[in-house]
Each structure stands twice: as C-alpha cells, then as structure tokens.
C-alpha cells in the first residue's frame, strides 16, 4: 500500500502541472502518450497543448486522448519523413502538412530540397492545402520554390494566392497562375475544373 | 440556377475542402412561377442539399431534395443526386468520370426519372481551361424510358474577380433532339455573389426554341446563412422533365456549404508593422473578429496581439502560448474596436482562438482558420 502511495506521488510529481486542468482518467492517458512520445524522441510540449486546448473547449476526455494519440502519430510520421534532426517547430509544422493532406514523401522531397530550417515551407504547404488546393498541385509548388525562395517570398506566394481564392478563383488555378508568375509550371491543375452544367 | 450553382461548384465556390467534407444546407423562399403554357402561380418551396468532397478534391458527391407547394394545394417533389471522380493529373490533362441520378412527381400525375453517365477530358492552362465530355443514360416519363445521349465542350476564363463560362451542347432523347449554347459569368465581391447565365436552344426537334437567362444575387448575412435573390426565364429540360418557365424568387439558405463564399484570412504573416487582413468569408462575426500580429524589433521582444472586435464588450484569447488559458485582452486607448495584449511567444506555427462576451471560441480573421479536434474550429499563425 506504502509503495504504490510512493509511486502515485512520484508519478504525479513528474507530471505536467499544468495537466491537473484534465480529469484524473484522461490525465493519466494522456500522461501516457506524452511519456511514450518523449521516450521515442518526440516533442511533448505539442502534446500537452492539444490536451490544454481540448480541456479549454470542454472537449470530454476520450476526445481529448484521441486528438493526443493523433497528433503523437503525426509527429511521428513527420519525423520519420524529416529525419532525426528536425526541430521540434518542424515537426509541428510537418504534422499540420501531413494533417492537411500532405504525403510523407513530399516532406522528405521538402527536406532534400531546402536547407533548414523548414518551418516555414511546411507551414505554407499546409495552409495551401487546407485552402482547398489540391495536395499534388501544393505540394508541386512548394517543392518548386522550395531550392531557391526565401521564406518571405514562401510567404507572399501565399498570400497572393489566399486573395485569389477569396476573390472566387479555383483553389488549384489559383496556385498554379500564381506559380507560373514566378515561371513555375506545375502542369496547370485547376482543381475543381468546370464540368457541364447542364447535366446536375 | 441549377446551372449557375453548378459553374460556381465547378469554380470552386464551395467551401473549403480540407475544412468542411460534408457541407449541408438548406434553402427555404416563395417563389412566382410562370411554366409555359400555364397560368402563373404562387409558391413556397423547401430545398435541403448535401455536399460530400474528397480531402484532396479527387472526388464529390452531392444531393438535393426540393419540395414546392403551389397556391391550388398541388405540390412537386424532385431529388437528383450526382457524384464525379477525377483522374489524376497528366500534365495539363485530367479525366472525370460522373454519375447522376435524379427523380421528379408532380401531384401524383406526372413522374420523371433520369440516370446518366458521363465521361469528361478536361485541359487547363493557367487561367483559362476547357473540356470535352460525352454523356449517355436513360430518361423516363412515366413507364416509358427513352435513351440519353450528349455531347458537349466548353471553356472558361478566370479572372481576378469574375469567372466566365461558355459552353454548347448537343442533347438526343428518344426522338428529341436540341442544342444549347450557353455563356456564365459570376463576380464575388465582399460577401455578394452575382451570378448570370445567358443562352439559347436552337436546332431543336420537340425541346422548345429561343433565348433564356437567369440572375441571381447572394447576400451573406451571417455565418452560415444568406439571402438569396433569383429570377430569369430558363428553357425545358427533357432529361429530367422540367419545363420550360419564368420565375422571380427570394430566399434564405442555411448551411456551411451553401454561401459560395470563401473563408478570407490572407494568411496571418506577421510584419514590423501592423497589416491589414482584407476578405471576406461569410462569417460576419469573424471577418469583423480580426487579428494583426505586431513584431518587436528584436526576437526576443514580446509579440503584441491586437483584435479588432467592433461592438464587443470583452475580448479574451486562448492559445498556445497562454497554455490555453483563457487571457482578457485590453481595450486600446485610441481605438475602441482593438483589443490588446503582449505576449511572449516562440517562433513557429501557433494555434489561437477568441471570443467576445464569452461567446464561443472562433478562429479570428487574419488567422489560417482550421478545424480542430474537438468539433470546431482554431486559428493558425505562423511566427517567423
């Protein structure tokens, strides 16, 4: 009885403090997935945040075990398409890309292509993404600014084609006029190309 | 509007793929109908739609539904379901593959049924593309199924601001044969969608001849929600058996895939200076909830947030870099619509919610709106 009192406080005092926001169930799994992901070489800091923010949404604790366990798989996925040496801000940035429907092979592609620090380039690869473009037509783009662009220009690629879409272009048309503004040619993918109208 | 709500989805006018899979909707209005050959009526109609798109926009599939009540107590019922898969890209070529379906009763008296399958190429270069595409299938009226087939190309042009569209057609059904040759043009602007569409059926065996046209504005009230205003005269379609008629209608639609609108947010890149973030996205409360990012001159200097909130009586935060802890903005000094506060936050991706008089938490303008794990939705900003 002694020992296991000893070894629920030496747990409890290893724990993330700011874990007590969660329910003693959910806060034991998630101190799970976060000892789990640390002892393989993940970060758990973005673990952690995910659960904070599910108990800041009221999320109940299966849910918020669920959106740790996906983000810790995504982590890992994107380390493994990365390498060994990327930074814990790559990783989350690679996890968003690969969540918003970016292949592991695009990261790797990603990695060989640009020099470090990648954060930014798996930022906008995600954010075109979860625009509405295509993933093979982003991720194209991308890999095609990647060598060469800065991260500014990354960022103004972006940007350009966000106002676009919000005038009404074509997610992938967008991408690619905006692409081949800058002489890329991604072969042109509209995305949602206009089918008859007449036949609905 | 079938046709224009088809160019806009074929433009891209739905919402967001990676955001929102499934977008329902539901569009409720009174209508004044003219079919030709009838008398005029007065009638109010219920229309619920549904729209299912692949995460990487390989495929769609929607639905619709419409029930419409006449002033003599005669109603119509119509549902019509179609799905499209798209081929991979091959340089600038990509092939489509679709499927439709569709069945229509008028007061117990006349019953319409089609299914169709139709094949497409499509060529894009930049911004302007075309396609061919080949259509056949069954179309029935009553017990007596007649053979679809069509054929039909077109092309369209992208503008900054405004997508047109041209096509022509050539329709065989049983023994009717017509063409159609049919230009779109559709402007969004700051939360109003125009849409027009003008034709004309010609070489026309038992279809009907002659010029059509339909207009349409879409006001976005809110969020999920839009007025929208329709009227034109639109040709017989022998495929699914509506006739020819003229009508004026006004309406309301609810629903997260129905506005046509894009959500904004230029994406929140944060400057030296404080930045605009223009757009609109159909969210009146968030396109007014918006969020600039101000760098200080160092790394190390803390980031100031600051909210526009108009009308808002409290602002708070939560995010990442307040471990999700929810932190009361202040109200600027000079500015009674920014809300303020300085933060210490490390380079990176982050993500952020908001809320104002202790609403619920929603992405701010100015952010790259996601949805989160927890049936809703957070902003994303990227900290270089």
Not at chain 1, 73 to 82: N, Q
Not at chain 1, 161 to 188: C, H, K
Not at chain 2, 301 to 315: K, W
């Amino acid at each position: 009885m002694m020992i296991t009192a000893l070894l629920l406080i030496v747990q409890v005092a290893a724990q993330d403090p700011r874990l007590e926001r969660l329910d003693p169930a959910t806060r034991s799994l998630v101190v799970s997935v976060v000892d789990s992901a640390k002892a393989v070489g993940l970060p758990g800091e973005p673990l952690i945040q995910r659960a904070l923010e599910g108990a800041t949404k009221g999320a109940l604790g299966p849910r918020i075990v669920t959106a740790v366990r996906r983000l810790a798989t995504d982590l890992g996925t994107a380390r493994a398409a990365l390498g060994a040496g990327v930074t814990t801000p790559e990783l989350e940035a690679g996890a968003a890309a690969l969540r918003a429907g970016a292949g592991p092979d695009v990261l790797t592609h990603l990695r060989d292509a640009r020099r470090p620090p990648l954060t930014m380039a798996l930022a906008v690869l995600a954010d075109l993404v979860a625009s509405g473009v295509p993933a093979d037509s982003a991720s194209a783009v991308v890999l095609a600014l990647a060598p060469s662009a800065r991260d500014a220009d990354l960022v103004e690629f972006r940007r350009a084609v966000e106002r676009d879409i919000s005038l009404g272009a074509p997610p992938g048309a967008a991408a690619a006029v905006r692409a081949a503004n800058t002489g890329i040619r991604l072969g042109a993918d509209a995305g949602n190309p206009p089918r008859p109208a007449s036949r609905q | 509007m079938r046709v224009l709500a088809l160019i806009a989805l074929a433009c891209g006018a739905a919402v967001p793929v990676a955001q929102a899979q499934v977008s329902p909707a539901l569009d409720a209005g009174i209508s004044y109908v003219r079919y030709d050959g009838f008398l005029p009526s007065g009638a109010v109609s219920l229309a619920p739609s549904v729209r299912w798109d692949h995460p990487r926009g390989r495929a769609f599939a929607s639905a619709r539904g419409t029930y419409l009540r006449f002033e003599s107590g005669n109603r119509s019922l119509d549902f019509s379901t179609r799905g499209s898969w798209f081929a991979p890209l091959a340089r600038r070529w990509r092939g489509e593959l679709g499927l439709g379906f569709g069945a229509s009763d008028y007061a117990s008296i006349a019953h319409f049924s089609h299914g169709i399958v139709d094949a497409r190429v499509h060529l894009t270069d930049r911004d302007r593309g075309g396609w061919v595409s080949t259509s056949v299938g069954r179309s029935s009226f009553g017990a007596g199924p007649r053979p679809v087939a069509v054929l039909a190309m077109g092309v369209w042009l992208l503008g900054p601001a405004v997508t047109m569209y041209a096509s022509l057609d050539r329709s065989f059904v049983g023994d009717t044969a017509y063409s159609d040759v049919r230009s779109s043009a559709r402007l969004q602007r700051s939360g109003i969608t125009l849409e027009g569409t003008l034709g004309a059926r010609m070489l026309s065996n038992g279809a009907g001849r002659g010029i059509y046209g339909e207009g349409s504005a879409m006001v976005a009230l809110g969020r999920t929600t839009a007025l929208i205003l329709a009227g034109g005269r639109y040709p017989t379609d022998v495929i699914t058996g509506s006739i020819a008629g003229r009508y004026l209608s006004v309406g309301f639609r609810i629903g997260g895939g129905a506005l046509s609108i894009r959500r904004p947010a230029p994406v929140a890149q944060p400057s030296a200076r404080p930045h605009s973030s223009s757009g609109a996205d159909g969210s009146a409360l968030r396109a007014e909830t918006r969020l600039e990012i101000t760098l200080g001159e160092r790394p190390d200097d803390a980031v100031r947030l600051t909210l526009f909130a108009p009308g808002a009586s409290a602002v708070e935060i939560s995010g990442d870099f307040t471990d999700w802890q929810p932190v009361e903005l202040r109200r600027s000094t000079t500015n009674r619509d920014a809300w303020q506060g300085t933060f210490r936050i490390a380079r990176g991706i982050h993500r952020i919610n908001v809320r104002r008089d202790g609403g619920a938490w929603m992405a701010p303008a100015g952010t790259i709106r996601s949805a989160d794990d927890f049936d809703g939705e957070v902003g994303v900003f990227l900290l270089p």
